[in-house]
């Protein structure tokens, strides 16, 4: 990161710490080092073979919750480079915003707070943080990884009141109805940015969209028609890829003039300053219109088609007869999770369910229902 940050971005200077004192880190700083102790832990491996919209198996060039976070990193270290912010931190939020997700996407994290309902409900933010905080077991010192508070507090994008209660200074600003630093508020919309576009391309690849449908969409049809204009014979992937990436960076490109044209009208001196604003890290009115469009486009035409209906269906059932299963009979957890069980059942359950894989689930479930004992 180049040393001519501006005064209200992250830095070791005015970061609130670890929750263990360690060392500080040789050769690197200490976003990056949470930056690695991220991609070094076992939840993010996982998301190789975790749910964005398509099941895993179901072909392998669909996105997963991997692919996402990292497309999800370089958008949002080149828009924090941009604005002179720090890229280590943007990156360590995205690479870490899903850890704590569900195996089938939203139909397992929704199956799963459904279960969890009596019990304090689900949210995959919070289990993101749970995940760095108390899951992770690689340390002799301590659970987890021992983030900075300005990750873990990146990593909490939503949080109920309740919940925020409970959280000590993390869940401060939802209390108090403040803004995370400008790195967090990157990472949120270097998110969206991601997925909505990815799952354009994915649901193309599908068959489930096609460019005529999309055509009504106002942002993909203005990009459309530049790409014809400038390639009247191209075609098929080649034709998606080049709206698709011109779609991408007419997003970046307005996020970062709409973010730095708000960051200026207000003149921040200190991260302070951005935590009492609104959120400065935004898209111009026409673009978030237009994103809106987009979203909802999706929502109807993609993630309520009937395939994908019909495999949340499964992702649920899959979901709650485990759950079901171990409430009923917690000796069928895994020894380290029956240890967690004794304490709070539902919780130990949640955590187990939350870090499986769609294959694993899958497994898991047949070994438990299936009758064939052959």
Known sequence: MADDKVPYAAGPANSRGRQFREPAPRGRSEYQRDRDRIIHSTA?????????????????????????????????????RHLRLDEDLTEAITLAHDLGHTPFGHAGQDALNACMKPYGGFEHNLQSLRVVDVLEQRYGAFDGLNLTFETREGILKHCSLNNARNLGDIGERFIKRQRPGLEAQIANLADEIAYNNHDIDDGLRSGLLDLEQLSTVAIFRRHQRAVLREFPKIEGRRQVHE??????????????????????????????????????????????????????????????????????????????????????????????????????????????????TDRYAIVEHRRLFSIDIS
């Open 243 to 356: 709206t698709v990436r011109r779609m991408i960076d007419t997003l970046i490109t307005d996020l970062n003039r709409q973010s730095a044209a708000s960051i200026r009208d207000l003149a921040p001196e200190s991260i302070a300053d951005i935590r009492r604003a609104p959120a400065l890290i935004r898209f111009s009115d026409r673009i978030r219109d237009e994103q809106a469009e987009l979203k909802r486009f999706l929502h109807s035409n993609l993630y309520r088609h009937y395939r994908v209906s019909r495999m949340s269906s499964k992702a649920r059932r899959i979901i709650s007869d485990l759950f079901q299963a171990f409430m009923n009979e917690p000796g069928l957890l895994p020894p380290e999770f029956q240890a967690r069980a004794q304490a709070d059942t539902p919780r130990a359950i949640a955590d187990y369910i939350a870090g499986m």
């Open 44 to 80: 993010f491996r996982r998301l190789e073979y975790k749910t964005q919209v398509f099941v895993n198996h179901e072909g392998d060039l669909f996105r997963t919750r991997l692919t996402h976070s990292l497309e999800v990193a370089q958008i949002g270290r080149s828009v924090a």
